[in-house]
């Protein structure tokens, strides 16, 4: 019997290799797929990382400029401080030296003040002397005494006649001085400051001194006015006063003493008091320092009025005097930046028949 021949690779062998190598390949393949959905899930995370960060630039961006705004905004603002902070320590210097000036002009009136306290007192004891040597004065007609110094006393030319004679005093801010700063600086002060302003004191002398020229037989009223008119002896609208009641007269001008300039000026309101008067004046007497600066009624908008607007004023003022006013004399006492006024003011007493006085500033 013939023996089998061995073989080395038999069909089992190769069933085995062939599994073998199926196996290898099968667990690559495995491997391969898992690292591939690895990289997939790394790169999904990379891209939403690279996301953020662009987002996060772009806020950057967003913000850098926000800052470049405020920074320019500081920098105006730094500019525009810079500028009003020289602008304040300029005025702080101009109030400096003026505060020193007031406080030089202060000290220098003191001096002055208790040099002309002096000498009034030595004046008063001479005057003494020469009343007790003197005869016994004779006043004549006036009503009461008004005494001037020295040539203080000169022609007038205004005469305080007639048979009902009617005062109009302004009262208003700018009687307190003839300078329009003057009268912003004192318009802010206590009412004492204002009651011993000169130009005031001057207009309260006038008044005064009419008040002594009033023939004893006639009949007076005196009324103040700005924006409005009104008698100083309160209870005697529309009514005549008698200057021989010294009470009636002695009234009126303590009453004009306490008396504090303010607000504008209404001429139409003051001339209205000639028409309110029963019977009419025969002379009217008004003391005043410029064309008016509103009408009737105050104006709904509030503002500056010009020099033109005044006169506008005064014309429409003067249009509602009656028919026949009576003579109006005037006493300016003149103001700064009012350069019409007494072109105006004359042209009135010349139409009327009065006269224009416009004293100086010692006067009367």
Same mark, same amino acid.
């Given at each position: ?76 603002? $730094? ?29 220098? +009136? ?18 003494? $002397? ?7 004065? !004779?006043?004549? $007609? ?9 040539? $203080? ?27 329009? =700063? ?21 207009? =309260? ?7 002594? !020229? ?6 007076? !009223? ?5 924006? +409005? ?24 001008? !303590?009453?004009?003493?306490?008396? =504090? ?39 709904? =908008? ?5 020099? +033109?607007? +005044? ?54």
């Amino acid at each position: 019997m013939a023996r089998r021949n061995t073989q080395t690779f038999s069909l089992s062998f190769l069933d085995v290799i062939s599994c073998g190598f199926g196996a290898v390949v099968l667990f690559y393949t495995i491997i391969s797929a898992q690292s591939g959905l690895f990289r997939i899930h790394e790169s999904e995370d990379l891209a939403a990382e690279a996301r953020r960060l662009e987002e996060q630039v772009l806020e950057g961006y967003k913000h850098l400029a926000e800052l470049k705004n405020a920074l320019e905004r500081t920098d105006r603002d $730094r500019v525009r401080t810079e500028g009003q902070s020289r602008e304040v320590l300029e005025r702080l210097r101009l109030a400096r030296e003026e505060l020193a000036k007031f406080q030089y002009d202060t000290l220098a +009136r003191r001096e002055s003040l208790e040099r002309l306290k002096a000498d009034l007192r030595s004046l008063e004891e001479e005057a003494r $002397r020469l009343q007790a040597a003197a005869p016994p004065a !004779q006043t004549g $007609r006036q009503v009461r005494a008004a005494t001037g110094d020295g040539d $203080r006393q000169y022609l007038t030319g205004l005469k305080v006649g007639g048979q009902r004679i009617l005062v109009l005093l302004d009262a208003s801010a700018s009687m307190l001085d003839e300078t329009v =700063v003057n009268v912003i600086r004192l318009r802010n002060m206590p009412d004492a400051h204002k009651l011993r302003a000169d130009k005031w004191q001057q207009a =309260v002398g006038t008044v005064d001194w009419i008040a002594a !020229q009033l023939p004893p037989a006639a009949q007076f !009223q005196i009324y103040a006015f700005n924006t +409005r008119a009104w008698p100083l002896l309160a209870g005697s609208e529309g009514r005549w006063l008698r200057p021989r009641d010294a009470s009636e007269l002695g009234a009126a001008l !303590q009453a004009l003493r306490r008396v =504090v300039p303010a607000d504008g000026t209404s001429l139409q309101n003051a001339f209205g008091v000639i028409q309110a008067m029963n019977p009419r004046p025969d002379n009217v007497i008004l003391v005043t320092d410029g064309l008016p600066t509103q009408g009737e009624h105050a104006p709904i =908008v509030r503002r500056l009025i010009d020099a +033109r607007g +005044r006169e506008d004023l005064m014309t429409r003022a003067v249009h509602s005097l009656p028919e026949a006013p009576p003579p109006i004399n005037v006493v300016l006492l003149p103001m700064e930046g009012d350069p019409s006024a007494p072109m105006y003011f004359w042209r009135l007493a010349r139409s009327t028949g009065g006269a224009f006085l416009s004293p100086a500033r010692d006067w009367p």
